[in-house]
């Protein structure tokens, strides 16, 4: 019997003996494990490549994906915007108008999102510069058959889908030629076949066939003949496709015949402005031509203008800087005004009602669009400053006859020395004595300047004369404007005092072209300048006027301030109807002020605050 009290070799403790050994094998095992992953975390000496981060086109791509959630709307726009610039660049022209489609594209799903007209108005612009670029292929075709699909939707029109689509398949015919039909263009012929009941009759009709005849006739021709006549004033876009239709929102359209008036012009080197104006609201098509070397013609952009006459005004107009000359003649329907330029320019046009006017911006940059919530110091090189009224145009006239047009040139003069000397600013003023400047031609010569920000001086003025205070607006969307912000409106935009009583509907109208016109980034940024203004002047009058009342940042459809490619508002600095106000206005103590106040808004923004 083996003693109790002597261990022995058992098989409990052999077992345990090896677990013993086991669990060191174990522990080399997991110390091994351990040493491998800490090598495979740290950086070897040859590191793997990072993934690529997408680029803009991919991520245009895949924000395309109906799947796909669509971002806030500033962040698709400088997509959009970002993918356009890169096919600035591109040396190849179906890769140039690839990437215009594709941001033509976004712009679309932008435009179904958030319903902004502004974005559907950007995709044409971007589907036009894809025709022109890649003319007379497949891309190009693809772009014009989203443009003329995009034109029906835009216009909530079937007559103009069908209209359009006709005249794009017969711009393309050349891809239909020798019986091998391209994919794009059979697309057009079913699109066509199912817009079918919306096809015009009569006249309309014979119309439409005779542009179609013409389009046709020169897709077939070649590239050559696509650059128009500058001897006569064809009828038709003579293959050109047309880049935008604009038929005047909520204004009643012409019955007779509309006369076009006086045609008045601006330009410097680098861009201008036309204004036509008319007797009455029209429908107008808006189109471009490049310059062709071969024949020695100019780049253009012409206007259709349905049922008006040139008759009375002269057929050639010279001009000079950026815009050559200007011509006008008859084309079946109405009339076509053709504006020669002097190299390739970006162009903008919108319209004015009461009185109503077509307006032409052309420049040599595209318009630049500046981010009100981006982060740090804000780029400000150039600042135009606008007097108001001048010459005949006194303005509001406060009690003892001080006159609006003297205060606001008096502080425009303090301003603009300082934005200089302290700043470093060049700066514009948009008229630099006592003399009357149309209000379209403020805003020109500021986009002409290549200005930054834009801040048009005026005093203010009320029905009874009680009112008291600075105010500033910009023009936005103008949604709830109230009847004393219109009124001011209306007298600054020369209307006179029956029209400010009720204009409202102007308000509308005006609302609806800024938003068609103005980039968020750019109202947002003039918001921003705006509530920086009227701090900043309550700061400069300090302990001085403690008594001023800011009635704060408004929205109202100021002439002077629609058009502007940049940051905009419209300062009213006191009511000069107001007798007390008015005898500060007169001091050049309260001037000064003014002018402080103006300087450090512009300092505060450009410092980014």
Do not use: W
Not at 155 to 181: I, M, N, V
Not at 304 to 326: F, H, L, P, S, Y
């Amino acid at each position: 019997m083996p003693d109790p009290s002597k261990p022995t070799l058992s098989a409990t403790s052999s077992g345990a003996s090896t677990g013993r050994f086991a669990s060191r094998a174990g522990l080399l095992r997991g110390l091994a494990a351990t040493m491998a992953t800490v090598l495979l975390a740290c950086p070897s000496s040859e590191p793997k490549d990072a993934p690529k981060p997408p680029t803009d086109a991919e991520r245009a791509t895949a924000m395309l994906d109906s799947s796909a959630r669509l971002p806030p709307r500033a962040e698709v726009v400088a997509l959009a915007d970002a993918v356009a610039v890169q096919a600035s660049k591109e040396s190849s022209p179906e890769e140039q108008a690839r990437l215009d489609i594709l941001a033509g594209d976004l712009r679309v799903r932008s435009f179904r999102f958030d319903a902004s007209d502004a974005d559907a108005r950007e995709a044409l612009e971007l589907y036009a510069a894809a025709i022109r670029a890649a003319r007379g292929t497949e891309i190009a075709c693809r772009a014009d058959r989203a443009r003329a699909l995009l034109m029906g939707e835009l216009a909530k029109s079937a007559g103009t889908t069908y209209r359009e689509l006709y005249l794009a398949r017969r711009r393309h015919a050349a891809l239909a030629a020798e019986g091998k039909e391209s994919a794009c263009h059979a697309a057009l012929g079913r699109d066509l076949a199912s817009a079918q009941g919306f096809r015009p009759s009569g006249n309309e009709l014979a119309d439409l066939e005779r542009q179609g005849d013409e389009a046709e006739k020169v897709a077939l021709a070649g590239p050559a003949a696509a650059s128009g006549s500058a001897a006569t004033i064809p009828a038709a876009a003579t293959g050109t496709p047309k880049d935008l239709v604009v038929a005047p929102i909520d204004l009643k359209p012409a019955k007779g015949t509309v006369k076009i008036g006086k045609v008045e012009k601006f330009a410097a080197e680098g861009g201008g402005r036309v204004v036509i104006h008319l007797s009455e609201p029209t429908t107008f098509q808006v189109g471009t031509l490049g310059a062709d070397d071969k024949t020695g013609k100019d780049a253009r952009i012409y206007l259709d203008i349905e049922k008006a006459t040139a008759k009375g005004v002269a057929r050639e107009i010279e001009v000079g800087g950026a815009i050559k000359r200007i011509r006008t003649g008859p084309r079946e329907g109405g009339a076509r005004i053709v504006l020669d330029l002097s190299a390739e320019m970006h162009r903008k046009v919108f319209y004015l009602p009461e009185p109503f006017r077509i307006v032409v911006d052309v420049s040599s940059r595209p318009a630049e669009t500046k981010a009100a919530t981006a982060n740090g110091p804000r780029t400000v090189r150039r600042v135009a400053i606008d007097p108001g009224h001048g010459g005949h145009d006194d303005g509001a006239v406060g009690p003892t006859g001080l006159k609006e047009k003297e205060v606001a040139l008096d502080v425009a003069h303090r301003v603009a020395p300082v934005l200089a000397h302290e700043l470093g600013v060049e700066t514009l003023l948009t008229r630099d004595s006592d003399v009357f400047v149309p209000l379209e031609e403020r805003t020109a010569r500021a986009n002409a300047f290549h200005a930054d920000l834009f801040i048009s001086i005026h005093c203010n003025a009320s029905e009874t004369g009680e009112a008291r205070g600075i105010e500033v607006f910009v023009l936005d969307e103008l949604k709830d404007v109230s009847r004393a912000s219109a009124r001011v409106a209306a007298l600054e935009n020369g209307l006179g005092s029956k029209k400010a009583l009720d204009s409202s509907a102007l308000d509308a109208e005006m609302g609806k072209i800024a938003v068609r016109l103005q980039s968020g980034e750019i109202a947002a940024s003039s918001r921003k300048l705006g509530d920086l203004l009227s701090r900043a002047t309550l700061a400069s009058f300090g302990t001085r006027y403690p008594d001023t009342k800011d009635h704060g940042l408004k929205s109202a459809g100021f002439y002077v301030l629609l058009g502007a490619e940049m940051p905009a508002v419209l300062f009213e600095t006191s009511f000069i109807s107001n007798p007390d106000d008015e005898g500060r206005l007169a001091k050049a103590d309260y001037r000064q002020k003014l002018a402080d106040g103006v300087v450090n808004a512009v300092r505060a923004y450009k410092e980014g605050k």
